[in-house]
């Protein structure tokens, strides 16, 4: 039963077609962080800078590891692995529809044109609103949120070229 994790627009989560239960801004944020870098470890350190940022509590390391015990019962431990003393999304890129969409608009550069009009059709429809829109309180997602929403903008140029 594949996960598939959305960003572009509210987060979420889903094993199939069903949601998965993500309560809290925080643990959606860290489901996000995770997956803007999907399988590669990203630091304690700038894990807790991106949900925290100056705000960061007293024992944000443990505030930390209880978010990611929440992250591994609502997704799945084996998707959440802990690696060189940070933490790892365990998915193939596909399976976060960010990097799918980056995957599609890199396939449609160089393509014929009906070729790369369909590949960027397919991209352009996973879109569902502002990429991160329900986090805009966290410290990471104003820029993250951005560098989404302006790839976008250029594939929607490329589109209609």
């Not at 960061?56 to 959440?80: H, I």
């Not at 449609?108 to 805009?136: F, T």
């Amino acid at each position: 039963m594949p996960v598939h994790i959305g960003l572009l627009g509210t987060v979420e989560a889903r094993r199939d077609a069903d949601p998965l239960p993500l309560p809290g801004l925080r643990l959606r944020g860290l489901l996000a962080r995770l997956a803007l870098d999907v399988d590669r470890p990203v630091p304690s350190g700038q894990l807790v800078d991106d949900l925290w940022g100056e705000a960061a509590p007293d024992g944000a390391g443990n505030a930390l590891q209880a978010l990611v015990s929440r992250l591994r019962r609502a997704v799945g431990a084996e998707l959440v692995g802990t690696e060189n003393g940070g933490y790892r999304l365990r998915l193939e890129p596909t399976a976060v529809d960010a990097a799918h969409f980056d995957q599609l608009i890199g396939a449609a550069e160089g393509a014929a044109p009906a070729a790369a009009r369909q590949q960027l059709d397919r991209a352009l429809a996973l879109w569902r609103g502002p990429a991160l829109s329900d986090l805009v309180e966290l410290p990471f997602v104003a820029t993250a949120a951005a560098r989404l929403n302006e790839r976008r903008a250029r594939a929607v140029e490329a589109r209609a070229r």
